[in-house]
C-alpha cells in the first residue's frame, strides 16, 4: 500500500472491520459506539494503537478497508498526539530527527500498523477471554507497570 504524504483518514484492515462489527454486536469490554453515544472512532484506534505498540510488533495492513477507520477531519486531538507521540518514540536520534515529524504519512502509517496489532490482540481478547477477565487482567499489569515505576516510593 502506498503511503500518501497527506492522509486523509486512517486505515484498518477488512478484518478489523469485521472484528469491530463483532465487538459492535456484543458491546465486548463497552468498546462499542451505539449511535455515536458509546466509544468514538478515535478513541477505539487509540485503544487498539496502544495495544499494539505495548507489543512492539507493527503489523502491515495488507487488505485495507475501503472507507478507512476515522477521517482526518475527525481525529481528536489526544489521538494524534499519542500517534505522532509514538512516532517519535520510534526514532533513533529524535533531537537530530524532529523534522522526521513533518512526514505525516509516515506517522499516520506506524500508528496504523500498531493500530492493526492491536485489534488481533482485541479479536484474540473476544475470542478466549470474558469482558471481566480482561479488565482483571489489565488491572494486574498495571499495578506491575505502576510498581516497575517506584511511584509509590516518591
Do not use: H, W
Not at 476515522?70 to 505522532?84: C, G, N, Q, R, W
Request: glycine share 6%; proline share 3%; with cysteine.
Amino acid at each position: 500500500m502506498e503511503v500518501s504524504k497527506n492522509p486523509d483518514r486512517l486505515n484498518y484492515s477488512t478484518k478489523a472491520k469485521q472484528l469491530l462489527d463483532k465487538v459492535e454486536e456484543s458491546n465486548y469490554f463497552g468498546l462499542a459506539n451505539r449511535g455515536g453515544a458509546g466509544v468514538s472512532r478515535s478513541e477505539i484506534f487509540l485503544f487498539a494503537m496502544a495495544i499494539g505498540a505495548e507489543s512492539k510488533s507493527p503489523t502491515v495492513i495488507k487488505n485495507p478497508y475501503a472507507g478507512g477507520l476515522v477521517l482526518e477531519k475527525s481525529i481528536d486531538s489526544k489521538t494524534k498526539a499519542v500517534m505522532y507521540a509514538q512516532y517519535i518514540s520510534q526514532l533513533a536520534d529524535p533531537e537530530n530527527e524532529l523534522d522526521e515529524i513533518s512526514k505525516k504519512g509516515e506517522v499516520y502509517k506506524l500508528a496504523e500498523q500498531y493500530a492493526n496489532t492491536g485489534f488481533e490482540c482485541i479479536e484474540e481478547y473476544l475470542d478466549k477471554k470474558t469482558p471481566e477477565t480482561l479488565l482483571f487482567e489489565l488491572f494486574v499489569e498495571l499495578d506491575e507497570q505502576y510498581k516497575e515505576l517506584n511511584i509509590d516510593k516518591a
